[in-house]
């Protein structure tokens, strides 16, 4: 990776690491403090003021971000595109505001519960101050994850401090929602080094709509099998125990793919910036480089997350979870393929221009995802909801790879499988046999852990895998030059 890169990568990945250390401190906490139900609810009604941040959204953040990497080397160009999609982001979020409002009002989300909507109200809210984008566009992640980190901590004390026993389920929703607010403000004191005033139009405001909704429909498609589980849980089953059983299984899930999210994040803008200058071996190369970065780390995590699931889960999360142990063992494949599926609709799809082919893939995964919830739910609860997800990203992962067939070798990306997954099994076998006789304890889990992360590295270092070994040179590189200096 080049040196801007690198950095970028880093200061991504330092706040990534934050972001799963934090989840270990608090959900513990909070899964005992507000209960399989209270985790549930908060689960549920998250999914559903979600799709009016999305909509409120309409694919800016991810349209603007490529908008701003590709001009910003014109100040005035990218200055005129910041302003016209800010103001294009107030307007939406006004009319979305005023129809999340109205459904309260007609009950339309049910009677129970509220509060906690006007609570998340001020969510869409906070969406309409959300810049980020065009710092990830400028390619200037320090900034987000100084940021970032300040909120999350500030969060995770705020919690242990205000958030005592199940009943101050809506304080910890006010406070998460406020500390959102507080985030996304923080950043225009940041962003008036970059940009120069420009008066805009009001048609170049709405200009941006057909451009951004190229990007708003895979972002509503991903959200459909994403979150509609949630809300097919609740509406099925009528149980908050099983929305908080799948929402704690999702948590530790996703925790798992933060640092593949982190390098897609930044090499969006990075290729980008390359499809603009037409460099396509370049970007061939980054994509390579990609799917080796996440086949040894992702065999890692998800045979990892086989080993450590019976005993995780129960002094993890406490008494009443154990139905996570089974969607936890069924979604830990999701690592891999979702990381998958973002590597070529990060790294090609969407920098290319080919973002209605992914829209397509999406649409498809979407329907398959909520046909088979409806069966699925209902038979199996959350547990359906789980098999459904891992067959929905499945056949999303493969209409990717035939749209890029074209572009890259699909036999050069399975090859770089076979040793990462033969250390995999090798650690599962040898970790489970070495620890079964133990007791359900932190410490146990510890030792899973430790052992199968050497067991791992040491028969890819025999089987001499290329990622690793490049990245052992470029650490003996990195020692030398500072010895010589």
Same mark, same amino acid.
């Given at each position: 990776?080049?040196?801007?890169?690198?950095?970028?990568?880093?200061?991504?990945?330092?706040?990534?690491?934050?972001?799963?250390?934090?989840?270990?401190?608090?959900?513990?906490?909070?899964?005992?403090?507000?209960?399989?139900?209270?985790?549930?609810?908060?689960?549920?009604?998250?999914?559903?003021?979600?799709?009016?941040?999305?909509?409120?959204?309409?694919?800016?953040?991810?349209?603007?971000?490529?908008?701003?990497?590709?001009?910003?080397?014109?100040?005035?160009?990218?200055?005129?595109?910041?302003?016209?999609?800010?103001?294009?982001?107030?307007?939406?979020?006004?009319?979305?505001?005023?129809?999340?409002?109205?459904?309260?009002?007609?009950?339309?989300?049910?009677?129970?519960?509220?509060?906690?909507?006007?609570?998340?109200?001020?969510?869409?809210?906070?969406?309409?101050?959300?810049?980020?984008?065009?710092?990830?566009?400028?390619?200037?992640?320090?900034?987000?994850?100084?940021?970032?980190?300040?909120?999350?901590?500030?969060?995770?004390?705020?919690?242990?401090?205000?958030?005592?026993?199940?009943?101050?389920?809506?304080?910890?929703?006010?406070?998460?929602?406020?500390?959102?607010?507080?985030?996304?403000?923080?950043?225009?004191?940041?962003?008036?080094?970059?940009?120069?005033?420009?008066?805009?139009?009001?048609?170049?405001?709405?200009?941006?709509?057909?451009?951004?909704?190229?990007?708003?429909?895979?972002?509503?498609?991903?959200?459909?099998?994403?979150?509609?589980?949630?809300?097919?849980?609740?509406?099925?089953?009528?149980?908050?125990?099983?929305? %908080? =059983?799948?929402?704690?299984?999702?948590?530790?899930?996703? /925790? #798992?793919?933060? +640092?593949? $999210?982190? @390098? &897609?994040?930044?090499?969006?803008?990075?290729?980008?910036?390359?499809?603009?200058?037409?460099?396509?071996?370049?970007?061939?190369?980054?994509?390579?480089?990609?799917?080796?970065?996440?086949?040894?780390?992702?065999?890692?995590?998800?045979?990892?997350?086989?080993?450590?699931?019976?005993?995780?889960?129960?002094?993890?999360?406490?008494?009443?979870?154990?139905?996570?142990?089974?969607?936890?063992?069924?979604?830990?494949?999701?690592?891999?393929?979702?990381?998958?599926?973002?590597?070529?609709?990060?790294?090609?799809?969407?920098?290319? %221009? =080919?973002?209605?082919?992914?829209?397509?893939?999406?649409? /498809? #995964?979407?329907? +398959?995802? $909520?046909? @088979? &919830?409806?069966?699925?739910?209902?038979?199996?609860?959350?547990?359906?909801?789980?098999?459904?997800?891992?067959?929905?990203?499945?056949?999303?992962?493969?209409?990717?790879?035939?749209?890029?067939?074209?572009?890259?070798?699909?036999?050069?990306?399975?090859?770089?499988?076979?040793?990462?997954?033969?250390?995999?099994?090798?650690?599962?076998?040898?970790?489970?046999?070495?620890?079964?006789?133990?007791?359900?304890?932190?410490?146990?889990?510890?030792?899973?852990?430790?052992?199968?992360?050497?067991?791992?590295?040491?028969?890819?270092?025999?089987?001499?895998?290329?990622?690793?070994?490049?990245?052992?040179?470029?650490?003996?590189?990195?020692?030398?030059?500072?010895?010589?200096?």
């Amino acid at each position: 990776m080049e040196k801007s890169i690198k950095k970028n990568f880093f200061y991504n990945l330092l706040f990534q690491i934050f972001g799963v250390i934090v989840p270990l401190v608090t959900t513990p906490y909070l899964s005992r403090v507000l209960e399989p139900d209270g985790i549930g609810i908060k689960s549920y009604t998250n999914s559903v003021v979600t799709y009016f941040i999305i909509l409120a959204a309409f694919g800016l953040n991810t349209y603007g971000q490529r908008e701003i990497s590709m001009y910003r080397d014109d100040k005035e160009k990218y200055s005129k595109i910041f302003f016209e999609i800010v103001y294009n982001r107030f307007l939406n979020t006004f009319i979305v505001l005023l129809a999340y409002i109205l459904c309260i009002k007609i009950n339309l989300f049910g009677k129970e519960n509220i509060i906690i909507y006007y609570i998340l109200s001020i969510n869409i809210i906070a969406g309409a101050f959300d810049i980020s984008w065009f710092f990830r566009g400028m390619e200037d992640f320090k900034k987000i994850t100084i940021r970032n980190f300040f909120v999350t901590l500030s969060s995770t004390a705020l919690i242990f401090v205000f958030v005592r026993e199940k009943k101050d389920l809506n304080l910890a929703i006010l406070l998460n929602s406020l500390l959102m607010l507080f985030s996304y403000l923080s950043l225009w004191g940041l962003i008036r080094k970059y940009i120069v005033f420009t008066k805009v139009s009001f048609k170049g405001i709405i200009s941006h709509f057909k451009g951004s909704l190229v990007y708003f429909i895979p972002t509503i498609s991903i959200s459909i099998y994403s979150l509609v589980d949630r809300i097919m849980i609740g509406i099925i089953t009528k149980s908050n125990f099983e929305n %908080g =059983y799948y929402e704690q299984a999702d948590k530790l899930i996703k /925790i #798992g793919l933060t +640092i593949f $999210f982190s @390098l &897609n994040m930044i090499m969006r803008s990075r290729v980008s910036h390359l499809f603009q200058k037409g460099d396509f071996p370049q970007i061939k190369r980054r994509i390579y480089k990609s799917f080796n970065f996440l086949f040894v780390l992702g065999f890692g995590i998800v045979f990892g997350f086989f080993i450590i699931t019976n005993q995780f889960v129960g002094w993890f999360f406490g008494d009443g979870y154990e139905d996570v142990k089974i969607l936890l063992l069924i979604g830990a494949p999701l690592t891999l393929i979702i990381g998958s599926s973002n590597i070529v609709g990060s790294h090609y799809m969407t920098p290319c %221009g =080919y973002q209605k082919k992914s829209n397509i893939a999406l649409i /498809i #995964g979407s329907f +398959i995802s $909520f046909t @088979l &919830n409806l069966y699925f739910i209902k038979n199996l609860g959350a547990v359906g909801a789980m098999i459904t997800a891992v067959i929905s990203e499945i056949v999303i992962c493969v209409i990717y790879f035939a749209n890029i067939k074209h572009f890259i070798e699909i036999k050069i990306i399975l090859k770089m499988i076979i040793k990462p997954l033969i250390a995999g099994t090798i650690m599962l076998l040898c970790v489970k046999n070495f620890t079964k006789a133990l007791p359900v304890s932190v410490y146990t889990t510890f030792i899973q852990i430790i052992f199968g992360m050497i067991i791992y590295f040491i028969v890819l270092l025999i089987s001499r895998e290329k990622f690793v070994l490049t990245e052992i040179d470029n650490f003996k590189k990195i020692i030398f030059n500072k010895k010589n200096k």
